[in-house]
């Protein structure tokens, strides 16, 4: 008598959401609601740990600090949106550095960049969607924010 064959259960894909003041964005948490319901995710959100470009008197500690909470809120609201994401990490101010640093530790099968619009993203005047496309061979997907403010 033979058994009966079952398909394994494809491995949830992995994605690493990069954001920082737009962690809780509702653009962001469309595009993660969308992934989830496309099929089985992990979220890692990696949130580099950038001073508010207003503030010019910023520690590298208060910085962090501040990422962290972010990291909290934005985990929970991921999650409030049916998304499998425990995995939160405070990295590196330069979020090209911060993003070497994860993939590093995991691969992943996907690049969610998150930031604010033009004129007030200083990720875009940096121009770090095509650097994050251009170092790691990983599909990005480049999120835009209609805040206009920073909290």
Avoid: Y
């Avoid at 992934?35 to 992990?42: A, H, K, V």
């Avoid at 619009?117 to 994050?132: A, I, K």
């Amino acid at each position: 008598m033979t058994e009966p064959q079952t398909t394994p259960e494809a491995a949830p894909r992995r994605i690493l959401v990069v954001a920082n003041q737009t962690a809780c964005g509702d653009e962001l948490l469309e595009v993660i609601a969308s992934r989830t319901r496309e099929g089985p995710c992990r979220f890692t959100l990696l949130v580099p740990a950038t001073p508010p470009a207003e503030h010019a008197t910023w520690t590298e500690g208060s910085a962090r600090a501040l990422a962290k909470r972010r990291m909290v809120e934005a985990l929970t609201r991921f999650r409030e949106v049916g998304a499998d994401a425990t995995d939160g990490v405070v990295g590196d101010a330069n979020p090209v550095r911060a993003i070497d640093d994860v993939l590093l530790d995991q691969a992943h099968d996907e690049i969610i960049l998150s930031t604010l619009p033009p004129g007030v993203s200083r990720w875009l005047r940096l121009d770090l969607p095509r650097r994050v496309e251009q170092r790691f061979s990983v599909p990005l997907t480049t999120v835009i924010s209609g805040r206009q403010l920073a909290n």
